[in-house]
């Protein structure tokens, strides 16, 4: 399984974002897939997942600000950003719980497939 995450970039506060992972490996309609961010020196931590069926759950630092979309065409689920803050500054991974159609987690360690991360930076 290998993942894509791509879209991160240098924006200034208030500004949005469209992150990307594209999959290979696993059909994402068949599992969970989750966004996850880390800046240094701190623990990752959930950002937002989707599942199998298209339910979706954030946590409470980016609700209302983002959306977790699917592509299943394209196999890629997306993550818009809006309403950026300096706070949201980490490099964000997508993450794949390889139990078909299983439940959302928040713990990252319960994911098994990892992509590169994209680093987000949002200046104030």
């Known amino acids: 399984v290998q993942l894509q995450a791509s879209g991160g970039g240098l924006v200034q506060a208030g500004g949005s974002l469209r992150l990307s992972c594209a999959a290979s490996?696993?059909?994402?309609?068949?599992?969970?897939t989750g966004w996850f961010r880390q800046d240094p020196g701190k623990e990752r931590e959930f950002v937002a997942a989707?599942?199998?069926?298209?339910?979706?759950t954030y946590d409470a630092s980016v609700k209302g600000r983002s959306t977790i979309s699917r592509d299943n065409a394209k196999n890629t689920v997306h993550l818009q950003l809006n309403s950026l803050k300096p706070e949201d500054t980490a490099i964000y991974s997508c993450?794949?719980?390889?139990?078909?159609?299983?439940?959302?987690?928040?713990?990252?360690?319960?994911?098994?497939?990892w992509g590169q991360g994209t680093q987000v930076t949002v200046s104030s």
């Open positions: 993450a794949v719980d390889d139990k078909y159609r299983g439940d959302i987690y928040v713990s990252f360690y319960l994911y098994e497939y």
């Open positions: 490996g696993r059909t994402l309609s068949d599992y969970v």
């Open positions: 989707i599942d199998w069926s298209g339910y979706r």
